[in-house]
């Protein structure tokens, strides 16, 4: 029996990155990149970017706007995999260096059309409590070194309490990031 | 004949309506004997959250599920137990649940309710001033309907999922999707 050709489809994603609400920073800003299936491949377009610093607004709604476009396409052989957005955001610390400031990370969408989509931030939070307490007061929390490990399933479960590095829990923000998508 | 796949990709959102905080949830999907799981990983656990603004506890954990079947029998079950941890690492239970994976494809939202057993009046005053409660021994109870009526149960709050459905190969076995 012969195999038949596995065959390639494609996802074009057109969106953008529209806004955020983090109450307690300003200044911010957002990468983002995708994680992705082994059969996956981008094709077209940017995988990864950076978008512009921003302040929030002086009316009620204290939002950070962005605006950042995203403009990829996607070919694979098999929907398992299916690519997801990470999205982390950064602003200054007290002494003026970037910390991160919360991820996030989302499904690109299945269905074509339009989709807008509001994730909830998480930041990593270490269960030691020498190293809460620098990062009270510094100011700054540990950070991923690989975005990236936001959008996987497997090891999210709490840290072995014997582990001699503070193993990193995540916690969710009040806060929030609204995208939006026209994938097709 | 190439078999039928389901894709199931989606997100555990979080949970509302719980009295407990510092909830997580350990999750897992059943099927029948016709199902086969080709890529993903069947079951796992959501790191543990407090709710900060509102009662919403917010986990975002992704699900991506690949799965040939011959037959409809047995169609995917997600089961749910949501925990709630306190400051010493005590885990406590709040809730089971379960809910049919969806047979349209398509994006979903689903709302699951849960439930836990109640106890004896002994128990339930010692689950409110120690901790702890019953459980269940064996974990079936949660999906299946056989022997539900020996047991008295409490309700617990709705997990919120947001599962998409992608469907090949039905019509071939004559099935409209």
């Excluded at chain 1, 990829?72 to 610390?93: A, C, E, H, R």
């Excluded at chain 1, 806060?175 to 994938?183: E, G, K, M, R």
């Amino acid at each position: 029996m012969a195999a038949a050709a596995p065959s390639v489809f494609l996802l074009m994603v057109n969106g953008q990155v529209e806004s955020a609400q983090f109450p307690e920073y300003d200044d911010l800003y957002c990468k983002y990149c995708f994680v992705y299936g082994q059969d996956w491949a981008p094709t077209a377009g940017l995988e990864e970017g950076i978008s512009q610093i921003t302040s929030k607004s002086q009316d009620a709604r204290r939002a950070l706007v962005w605006n950042f476009p995203i403009d990829v396409t996607f070919k694979s052989t098999n929907p398992y995999g299916w690519p997801q957005i990470v999205l982390s955001v950064y602003g200054p610390d007290v002494f003026g260096n970037d910390v991160v400031r919360g991820y996030g990370a989302v499904h690109v969408p299945l269905s074509p059309g339009r989709h807008k989509k509001t994730i909830p931030m998480f930041v990593p939070e270490s269960t030691s409590k020498l190293q809460k307490f620098t990062s009270w007061f510094m100011g700054r929390r540990p950070e991923y070194t690989d975005p990236k490990v936001v959008a996987q399933g497997e090891g999210r479960e709490g840290g072995n309490t014997e582990a001699v590095i503070p193993k990193a829990a995540w916690i969710c923000l009040p806060a929030w990031l609204t995208l939006s998508f026209c994938p097709q | 004949m190439a078999m039928a796949e389901v894709h199931v990709i989606g997100q555990i959102m979080g949970a509302t309506g719980f009295s407990e905080s510092s909830l997580l949830c350990k999750w897992g999907v059943h099927t029948g004997a016709a199902w086969k799981l080709l890529s993903g990983v069947r079951e796992g656990q959501t790191q543990v959250d407090t709710p900060q603004i509102g009662d919403m506890a917010y986990w975002s954990h992704p699900i991506d599920l690949h799965f040939a079947t011959k037959g409809l029998q047995g169609w995917p079950r997600l089961h749910l137990q949501v925990w709630s941890q306190d400051s010493f690492g005590r885990c406590q239970l709040a809730g089971y649940g379960f809910c049919h994976v969806p047979s349209s494809p398509g994006t979903h939202q689903l709302d699951c309710p849960t439930w836990r057993p109640l106890g004896s009046w002994r128990e339930q005053l010692a689950r409110a001033f120690v901790g702890g409660g019953p459980q269940l021994l064996h974990g079936d109870a949660i999906y299946s309907g056989a022997d539900r009526y020996r047991l008295h149960t409490t309700s617990g709050g709705t997990v919120h999922l947001e599962l998409s459905l992608l469907l090949r190969h039905f019509d071939r076995y004559g099935v409209e999707c």
